[in-house]
């Protein structure tokens, strides 16, 4: 079999376009996956420098090499051919900066845009449609900042009181909340704005207690609705607006103030009472009352002295409102029964294995247990 630049003649006198495999979809598939750029070049027998030239576009990737690689990153050759859209993430919220690895973060990055592209294939063939929009407020020109945004958003999606399921708030704007692979135990959540039908998917650490997620998913929100017309500023700075835009969210500080004003450890009851309520954690509402200016220094020092003797800070707790997403099963499923597709017609549609579909759904897949 003779070849030409990117053309394969299988019949005399005809060419064929060959399989190219797309830069990005490469160095995602790579993060995807974990492995280090050295390590896939080990892998396909190359140097590192081709690797580098293939994931930056100076090098095409195809034939034998495109298998290598496929091997390798245990995907199909289609998929690595296949234009995956890479967004940047809109929050990453991990719990320490300082100890999260770079390939962790690329890791997590990675699946998230993984999952965005698997998900917009299913719901652009469903048609799902959703109810509200995601608002978008620019928190350098409202005067309470991220507080008045998390007002504004609660008015607009007409929360009056507690927000007793967050999923589905979130869910019916269109964004897609899912598990995130297990090991990444120093990031709590993450998210990426999508160019398809799904306007966002964040990925939640499923090992961590409820109120933490709600904090986690509120958070994320919060990037959502104040990062695409408030960019700017550092990272603390960003972090700390969806902190308090996820406090105000899910507990509205004006509800909060008269029982927290001044309370000592004495009345404990009192805040473990706000706690099951608002499903929020007994520390984040003693921060709460120490950014007001509710609680002294020495009061908040005082509080998690106590917190802390008595295993409230990170010992088990209840939640009231457990997080409990449910639209990528319910996509998954109408492509399922409403539209017939089986699990292998599935696979077909992206490219991508059936091994990795069940595992970047978690419990949102449907489908029964299958060969890859």
């Known amino acids: 079999m003779s070849t030409t630049q990117g053309y394969v003649a299988e019949i005399p006198g005809l060419l064929v376009p060959e399989q190219v495999a797309v830069h990005g979809t490469v160095k995602l598939v790579r993060e995807w996956r974990g492995i280090l750029s050295k390590d896939l070049a080990e892998l396909m027998g190359v140097s590192p420098g081709y690797i580098s030239k293939i994931e930056s576009g100076r090098a095409q990737l195809m034939g034998p090499k495109l298998e290598a690689a496929a091997s390798a990153l245990e995907v199909?050759?289609?998929?690595?051919?296949?234009?995956?859209?890479?967004?940047p993430t809109e929050g990453t919220h991990f719990r320490s900066q300082s100890r999260t690895p770079q390939w962790q973060r690329n890791k997590v990055r990675a699946q998230a845009n993984m999952v965005a592209f698997m998900l917009n294939k299913v719901v652009a063939e469903?048609?799902?449609?959703?109810?509200?929009?995601?608002?978008?407020?620019?928190v350098d020109r409202l005067s309470g900042g991220a507080v008045e945004a998390a007002q504004l958003v609660r008015s607009a999606w007409r929360i009056g009181d507690h927000v007793m399921?967050?999923?589905?708030?979130?869910?019916?704007?269109?964004?897609?909340?899912?598990?995130?692979?297990?090991?990444?135990?120093?990031?709590?959540?993450?998210?990426?704005?999508?160019?398809?039908?799904?306007?966002?998917?964040?990925?939640?650490?499923?090992?961590?207690?409820?109120?933490?997620?709600?904090?986690?998913?509120?958070?994320e929100l919060g990037h959502l609705v104040m990062d695409l017309d408030s960019p700017h500023g550092g990272i603390k700075e960003v972090e700390q607006r969806a902190?308090?835009?996820?406090?105000?969210?899910?507990?509205?500080?004006?509800?909060?103030?008269?029982?927290?004003?001044?309370?000592?450890?004495?009345?404990?009851?009192?805040?473990?009472?706000?706690?099951?309520?608002?499903?929020?954690?007994?520390p984040s509402l003693i921060k709460r009352a120490h950014l007001h200016g509710d609680l002294t220094d020495q009061q908040y020092r005082y509080w998690f002295k106590v917190l802390n003797a008595r295993n409230?800070?990170?010992?088990?707790?209840?939640?009231?409102?457990?997080?409990?997403?449910?639209?990528?099963?319910?996509?998954?499923?109408?492509?399922?029964?409403?539209?017939?597709?089986?699990?292998?017609?599935?696979?077909?549609?992206?490219?991508?294995?059936?091994?990795?579909?069940?595992?970047?759904?978690?419990?949102?897949?449907?489908?029964?247990?299958?060969?890859?």
């Open 312 to 372: 409230l800070i990170r010992g088990p707790r209840d939640c009231s409102f457990p997080i409990q997403p449910r639209a990528a099963h319910d996509a998954l499923n109408s492509i399922r029964v409403d539209f017939g597709y089986s699990a292998a017609e599935l696979k077909a549609l992206t490219d991508v294995a059936l091994s990795d579909w069940s595992h970047s759904m978690g419990s949102a897949w449907p489908f029964r247990p299958t060969r890859p």
């Open 76 to 87: 199909s050759p289609e998929l690595l051919c296949r234009p995956v859209p890479v967004e």
């Open 126 to 138: 469903v048609g799902v449609e959703f109810p509200r929009n995601l608002p978008s407020h620019d």
């Open 165 to 219: 399921d967050l999923a589905a708030e979130l869910e019916s704007a269109g964004v897609f909340i899912l598990e995130m692979t297990a090991g990444m135990d120093a990031i709590d959540a993450i998210t990426v704005r999508t160019p398809g039908p799904v306007r966002a998917v964040v990925l939640l650490r499923p090992d961590v207690p409820e109120d933490r997620k709600r904090h986690s998913l509120a958070h």
């Open 243 to 282: 902190d308090l835009f996820a406090g105000e969210f899910l507990a509205p500080y004006e509800e909060l103030h008269d029982v927290l004003r001044g309370i000592t450890p004495s009345q404990l009851q009192h805040v473990q009472a706000l706690s099951t309520y608002w499903g929020v954690s007994i």
